[in-house]
Structure formats: structure tokens, C-alpha cells
């Protein structure tokens, strides 16, 4: 071998070697190359409103609090809150996802099935109906499933905390301008709704009374109008 | 790859010629029709009594006012009563009416926000007693026939339980009475509403009510959806394709979604104790379910007893009604299995004149 000869495997073997390198780095699990190739992985999708996302609500949500009214914390929790739906949503809406693959992997193999059997699908209203018929199936077990009904239930409860914290936003402002609040307007509600019942039971509980007292007089005597604005009873059924 | 299956050219392609035929056929029909055309409850009622969002309403027949015994129906708050007045041919009210029944029915109303606090004690011991009290003046009796139909079932168990001089025959239908039951016979196409809330703690419920304030109907109707995954994604495509192919089934089809639609909001009260303490704690069959403090003791339940259910029913699965039985004090109890689905029954064509003659004969018995 010669001089030229060496010095050329020595340039090549540089080269090489560089690129293997940077290949290695690229393709490991932090590399660039692996990075890029997540950009084309469905999974990367469906998770992409996860922890890097939810982390800089985290942090800020996690800072010290001080006394004055904190609109901006606010903010941040209607923020976070729609950011952990979307990734409850998108886990959910992945569940679905594989339920309905299963179905598909499902009908082809009843379809492999029926062919070896010489009773192949020939038309497409046909195909259209076993497909309903599996996915109806499956959909039926699935959201059954212990995996499914948690996944459900973390959906639900992420919805009601974003709208628990848009709630709070939004009567933040409503106190700032003098407007009545939801919860406001509940408590009122809450005690005409007492108030009601209360009225209620006192007109059954005076209705009662009459009635006794007009039976302990002669029956004779004319009956005594109901409360509640109705005509007095034609007999004696308590009001 | 083999592929398994062998798609005929020419019969998928006369079967696209048909489809694209109906598409246009139901487009067509669809452009015609306005809403206000597809009427539900068409049969003549007046309102004799209404508190706060509930009404009660007396129903006629044309041409005069029945003179019958009174029966008073009470549907469930999930839907609204109008189902069983859907049309003039599909319709029970209409058939009790003929059998010589005077026949009245509660309208719950559509709930909204300021509803939140209504429960079911209200509704029993409130807006119910309040119109039988009203029946029984009107017609100077002191009890009247009670039919109440799934959660109106219910709320007819907890009114003849409490106030047992009032009603004079009970009947239940479709009614779920042991919210445990679905497990005695557990099948994935019926109970769906059993596990789904038993998924959930009882926190959970509660939760939902705090933030929400009521159960919004949509939120229930999408519940249901879930029961039959594989009707509900074909509904608007295949079945109306199917439905649209004449005037009276497009009618039908229409009638069904704007009754569907109309679904009313669950007052958050009312979907707390109903969620919590029976379908998750089963407190009705427990005997510690109480209302306004006093417990409901279905063993107080002594008038006679006709409970109707259907073997097919994939809302309430049949040993959830079946359960009755072993609960109720009556020695008259009676239970009638129909076919039909839990709304088939009330109005396919036939069964809803079935269960309006097997009901009119028994009441006669009695």
C-alpha cells in the first residue's frame, strides 16, 4: 500500500467515521433524526398538548401568590385547563381510534373467513352492513371496559375543571364591573327554591287543618277554599 | 393478500344508481317539508293546572269530553310526555281515550338553571300530590289510577309508598326499580347507563351537578347514543336514506327527531339523587331512599299493582323491573311483558294498542 494510497484510507476513514458518528448521534433517542421522525408518528400527534405544554402553566401557576386580585392566574388556569382537555380529548379520541381499527382488523378476518368458506361479499350495501354489525359489537364491549370508562371519566372531569376555572375568570370580572355572578344568581335561587317548598308545606299543613277543623263542625257547613288558589274539595280528600 | 371480498361490478353499481336514486328522493322530500308541519301531540288537551315549569293536562277526544275514571300519566323527565300523543295513529293517550279513560298526563316542563334545586322530593310531594289532589276534586273522588312510565315510574312508586290513599290502581311501566338487577343478567347491548354510573363515584356525580347546575339533555341524549353505537352512526345517512323513501316514514322518522330533540335538561337535584342514591347506592330497593325526610317503603305499596315490562328493553334491562315484585305489599300484583323496545312500546303500531287494551282490561278487573 502506499503512501497516497494510506493517506486516502486515513481522509475516507475521517469521513467516514465523522458521519457514522453523526449519524449515531442523529438517530439516537435525543437526536435530531429521531426528533424529526416523531413529527411523522401518530402518537405524537394525539399527545402533543402533554407535559411541554403543561409545563409553563405549572410553573407559573406554582409561583407565590400575592394578596391582590390575580387576573393574570386567572388567565393561566382557563389556559391550563383548556390545555389538559384537549390532551384528555385527544387521549379519549385515541381509545376510539384503536376501537375502530380493532373493528376493522375485525371484519377483514370474519371477511377472510367467509371467502375460504366460498361465500365472499359481493356488493357494497352487504360490506357496509357486517361492518356496522362489528363495529356495533365491538364499540358495545369496548365502552364497557374498565380502560374505557376511566378514560371517560378523565375527559368528563377535565371539562368540568376548565369550566370551573373559566367560572372563576369570568366572575372575577363580573365582581370588578357590579355584574351578578352565576353563583350569585344560584344562591338566590337556592333560597326561593327554600322559600317555595317552605310555603308549600306550610298551605299542605294549614289545608290539613281545616279539613280537621271542618270535620269536627256540622257536616253542614260550607268547606273552606284550598290554599293554593283552587276551588274547595268536591269531598273530603285533604285539599 | 387475498382480498376477501368479491364486489360484483354490475350489482354494486345498480346498488349506487339506487342509493344516488334515494339520496335525491329524500333530498327532494326534505326541501318540501317545514317544520312546522311535523306535528307530535296532536290530540286535543287543556291545561287544568300548572306549578312553576310542570303543567297538568286533561285530554278529549273530538266531538266531547270522556266521563271515565281518571288515569293519570306520568312520563320521565328525560323526555318529554308528548311521545305518547306522537300521532293521532301512534298514540296512547288516544287509545286510553277511546276504552272510555279520562285521561291526564303531568308535562314536566323544560328545566333551566333556576331548576337546579327541584329534586325528586318536589316532585312527588309537590307537583304530584298537588295534581291528584287536583284530579281527585275535579272529579269528586278520593284516589285515581296512577300509570307512570320509567322515571315517572319511580316517582309513582315514591308517591303510592308516601300517599297511598290517593291512588287507587298503580301501574308501572318500563320502570326501573332494583338499579343493581342489570347485573343478574349482564349483556353488552342493554344496562349501558348501570355502568357508566357505576363508573363513576359518587363525588363525580356530584361534581357534575356543583359545576354544570342541571344535566343537560344533550348530555343524557349522547348517553343514550352510546347504548347503540352502530344505529346511531348510520341514523342520518342509511336509515333516513331508507326512511325518506315515502311521505309517512320521512313523517315518522321527523317526528322521532323532534321529539328526540326536544329532550329536557335533568334539574341538577333531581340528577343528583337519581344518579347517587339509586342508580349507584340502589336505595329504593335498600329501603333507605327518603323523601322530605320520610323514607319511601315500597312495602306500604298496597293498592293493586300492574307492572309492565319488555324482554328487550336496553335501557332498563328487564330484572331491574322484574324486581318489583319482591318490594311491593300488594297481594294484586300483576306483571304483563309486551314486545317491543322501552319506546317501541308506546308507539309501534301494534304493541301501543296492545299495551292501552291489556291496561284498560285490567283496570276494568279492578
Sequence with gaps: ?239 | MMIPFRVDPAKSLAELADAQRKVAGALARLARMRDDEIEIGPTQKEEVRRIDKSALFHYALPGGTPDGRPVLILYALVGRYTVLDLEADRSLVRRLLSSAHDVYAVDWGLPTRADRFTGIDDYVNDYLDAYVREICRRHGVDAIDLLGICQGGVLSLCYAALHGERIRNLITAVTPVDFHADREDERVDRGFMNVWTRSMSGADIDRLVDVLGNVPGEFTGNLFSLMTPGRSMTKYNLDLMEAAADDAKLMNFLRMEKWLGDRPDQPGQFARQWLKELYQENRLVRGDFALDGERVDLGRIRMPVLNILTDTDHIIPPPMSRALKQHVGSGDYTELVVKGGHIGIFIGPRSHQELATRITEWLAER
Design chain 1, 1 to 239: 500500500m502506499t503512501d497516497q494510497q494510506n493517506s486516502f484510507n486515513d481522509v475516507f476513514g475521517d469521513i467516514f467515521g465523522s458521519w457514522a458518528r453523526q449519524w449515531e448521534s442523529a438517530s439516537s433517542q435525543d437526536g435530531h433524526f429521531a426528533l424529526a421522525m416523531q413529527a411523522f408518528d401518530p402518537r405524537r400527534w394525539l399527545g402533543m398538548y402533554g407535559p411541554a405544554m403543561q409545563q409553563p402553566f405549572d410553573t407559573l401557576l406554582g409561583l407565590p401568590r400575592f394578596a391582590f386580585p390575580m387576573l393574570d392566574r386567572k388567565l393561566l388556569a382557563v389556559g391550563a385547563g383548556w390545555l389538559v382537555l384537549l390532551q384528555r380529548s385527544s387521549e379519549h379520541g385515541g381509545r376510539l381510534l384503536r376501537a375502530w381499527s380493532e373493528a376493522c382488523a375485525e371484519l377483514f378476518a370474519e371477511l377472510h373467513g367467509a371467502a375460504a368458506k366460498g361465500e365472499p361479499v359481493h356488493a357494497g350495501r352487504e360490506l357496509i352492513d357486517r361492518f356496522i354489525t362489528v363495529l356495533n359489537r365491538k364499540m358495545q364491549n369496548v365502552q364497557r371496559s374498565e380502560e374505557f370508562l376511566a378514560s371517560q371519566r378523565k375527559l368528563l372531569e377535565a371539562f368540568l375543571s376548565s369550566r370551573t376555572h373559566e367560572r372563576e375568570l369570568i366572575e372575577l370580572l363580573a365582581n370588578a364591573f357590579d355584574l351578578p355572578t352565576r353563583t350569585e344568581i344560584d344562591d338566590a335561587h337556592r333560597s326561593v327554591h327554600d322559600l317555595k317548598r317552605e310555603v308549600r308545606g306550610l298551605r299542605r299543613e294549614l289545608d290539613r287543618l281545616r279539613g280537621e277543623s271542618a270535620a269536627g263542625h256540622s257536616a253542614g257547613a260550607p268547606a273552606a277554599a284550598g290554599t293554593d288558589g283552587t276551588e274547595p274539595p268536591a269531598r273530603a280528600a285533604g285539599g
